[in-house]
T-cell receptor
Framework: KAGVTQTPRYLIKTRGQQVTLSCSPI?????VSWYQQTPGQGLQFLFEYFSETQRNKGNFPGRFSGRQFSNSRSEMNVSTLELGDSALYLC??????????FGQGTRLTVV | KNEVEQSPQNLTAQEGEFITINCSYSVGISALHWLQQHPGGGIVSLFMLSSGKKKHGRLIATINIQEKHSSLHITASHPRDSAVYICAVRSVNDMRFGAGTRLTVKP
């Protein structure tokens, strides 16, 4: 069974640009959550989707958004990038609220 | 004060030693997760607990809901156990994380 796949693995963007990250969950998993990890703040919850609906959202500005498609694949978008958005973005999938399986992450660098 | 506190922050052990990492939380939770993160970023979910104790190989996780405390134990530690261990608590609306414990096991 394929694991959680995140693309791209690495990304360099310029301040002010926008970026879209993709997450393909494990087949059969309908819940996808997103997290940001930085050296200063550690891991922080961004949002959670279940069956195309955003179920929960963390304390992030509106520049951070996401969506989930009917095949459970999810995307997150960050608009008007700031230097502080440089981070490892992790996606995890699960069956409902069960054990989470994480992807390898997308490392975003904003210059 | 962080709602999820882990101790110790850093831990160095000799191969074969018994290791304990602690996690205390101050919020109501539906489940607690122990995660392992190796250099390079990949995260593996080790345990999800809502009560009692779970064991997987050399790893044991316990949780005391009344005390709002969980422990992760590693028996007969090995250099390949070197990683950052992160405690995460799931509440109704979100997931909150401890700062992590960096474990180094020396041969």
């Amino acid at each position: 069974k394929a694991g959680v796949t995140q693309t791209p693995r690495y990304l360099i963007k310029t301040r002010g640009q926008q970026v879209t990250l993709s997450c393909s969950p494990i087949s059969g998993h309908r819940s996808v959550s997103w997290y940001q990890q930085t050296p200063g703040q550690g891991l922080q919850f961004l949002f959670e989707y279940f069956s195309e609906t955003q179920r929960n959202k963390g304390n992030f500005p509106g520049r951070f958004s996401g969506r989930q498609f009917s095949n459970s694949r999810s995307e997150m978008n960050v608009s008007t990038l700031e230097l502080g958005d440089s981070a490892l973005y992790l996606c995890a999938s699960s069956i409902g609220q069960g054990a989470a399986f994480f992807g390898q992450g997308t490392r975003l660098t904003v210059v | 004060k962080n709602e999820v506190e882990q101790s110790p922050q850093n831990l160095t052990a000799q191969e074969g030693e018994f290791i304990t990492i602690n996690c205390s939380y101050s919020v109501g939770i539906s489940a607690l997760h122990w995660l392992q993160q190796h250099p390079g970023g990949g995260i593996v979910s080790l345990f999800m607990l809502s009560s009692g104790k779970k064991k997987h190989g050399r790893l044991i996780a316990t949780i005391n809901i009344q005390e709002k405390h969980s422990s992760l134990h590693i028996t007969a530690s090995h250099p390949r156990d070197s990683a950052v261990y992160i405690c995460a608590v799931r509440s109704v609306n979100d997931m909150r994380f401890g700062a992590g414990t960096r474990l180094t096991v020396k041969p």
